[in-house]
């Protein structure tokens, strides 16, 4: 069982593929031309594996790929493989922009996925143009359509920003519902790789819209999940997700391994360990002991909520949220 420092469970293991990505959401990319880490310097998959069964055999129950964008990877399917076979009984997920998600969600679901978070900011061609930097919506209904059709299980995740997309929450709501697809809100998060100008609404702002049609009903929070859910009256449920108010450190159950093998503690915290050295010369034992000292140090509470202008220095296609 993996305890951290302040006596927390963690069950859940958060791992970014790949930093790269074929959108430039404006929320999560920096306006300006910047560089890819070289591709030398990811892990493969047969190194992510090692530490993966490490963290397995220690206590993880709950994997999410992320990214950047994990479809991106090529072989993704096999690494999602190795992990299900290891342990067909693990909770295996994936967040995606959804693009590659029409020619990849038969071979993902095959090899052993699960669940998929897709994000989906608009359902105006010009808007999700408009946020992602690219001609995306055609390709990302396609993915999602293709996604149930292979039967995924699907959540949609929406990033409701002022005067750009915050007109379409209801829409998006009834995009769900009709579908039968958990939605969740997500309240934006500063950061220093975003666009200058952006503004997110927060939960109770969003709340507001959805009031305009519906009676809401309180549920709360399921687990560990930094969701916090509500019913309609005819028993559909969607999420808010909302840093601002809520930080989710008591009960905090993961941690996040990007491509590079920096193992990071908490979203909002500057330290990491890298396991890199350890998983290339193979040594499972320096991987574990670097698992536990991370760890041990996991911060009680993140920095973010201490200074409301303080702004997050990971970059969202980093980490992978
Ligand atoms: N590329 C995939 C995608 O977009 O779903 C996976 C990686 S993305 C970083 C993971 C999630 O983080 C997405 O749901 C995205 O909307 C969310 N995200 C990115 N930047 C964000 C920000 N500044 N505030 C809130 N959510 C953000
Ligand atoms: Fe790419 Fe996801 Fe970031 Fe958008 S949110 S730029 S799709 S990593």
Redesign the pocket.
């Known amino acids: 069982m993996l305890i951290d420092g302040h006596g927390r469970k963690v069950t859940y293991l958060r791992i970014s593929v790949t930093e790269r990505?074929n959108?430039r959401?404006q929320?999560?990319m920096p306006e300006k031309p910047f560089s890819w880490v070289p591709k030398e310097n990811l892990l493969s998959f047969e190194e992510l594996f090692l530490f993966v069964k490490t963290a397995i055999d220690e206590g993880i129950t709950k994997i999410r790929i992320?990214?950047?964008?994990?479809t991106l990877r090529e072989d993704l399917d096999k690494f999602i493989k190795m992990i299900s076979d290891y342990k067909s009984d693990i909770d295996l997920a994936m967040?995606?922009?959804g693009y590659l998600l029409k020619e990849s969600a038969e071979k993902l679901k095959k090899a052993g996925l699960k669940r998929i978070?897709?994000?989906l900011?608009s359902l105006d061609k010009e808007t999700a143009y408009k946020i992602a930097q690219k001609d995306v919506l055609d390709r990302v209904l396609e993915g999602i359509e293709e996604a149930l059709r292979v039967g995924l299980k699907i959540k949609i995740?929406m990033?409701p920003l002022k005067g750009i997309n915050d007109h379409e929450i209801l829409d998006i709501l009834e995009y769900g519902k009709k579908r039968g697809i958990t939605v969740r809100y997500?309240?934006?998060?500063?950061?220093a790789f975003?666009h200058g100008n952006l503004k997110?609404l927060t939960g109770k702002e969003i709340l507001e819209h959805i009031k305009q049609r519906y009676e809401i009903k309180k549920l709360g929070r399921s687990g560990s999940s930094p969701s916090f859910n509500y019913q309609l009256n005819d028993g559909y449920i969607f999420g808010i997700i909302d840093p601002h108010k809520h930080d989710f450190c008591e009960d905090c159950n993961r941690i996040r391994l990007t491509a590079e093998g920096y193992l990071i503690p908490c979203l909002y915290f500057d330290e990491a360990m890298s396991i890199k050295e350890a998983v290339q010369k193979g040594d499972i034992k320096e991987a574990t002991e670097i698992l536990k000292t991370v760890l041990k140090n996991k911060p009680e509470k993140n920095r973010w909520g201490h200074d409301q202008n303080e702004i997050s220095n990971r970059a969202?296609?980093e980490?992978?949220?």
């Open positions: 990505c959108f959401c929320y999560c992320t990214g950047g964008e994990p967040t995606t922009n978070n897709i994000s900011d995740n990033v997500i309240e934006y998060m500063e950061n975003a997110g969202f296609y980490t992978g949220g």
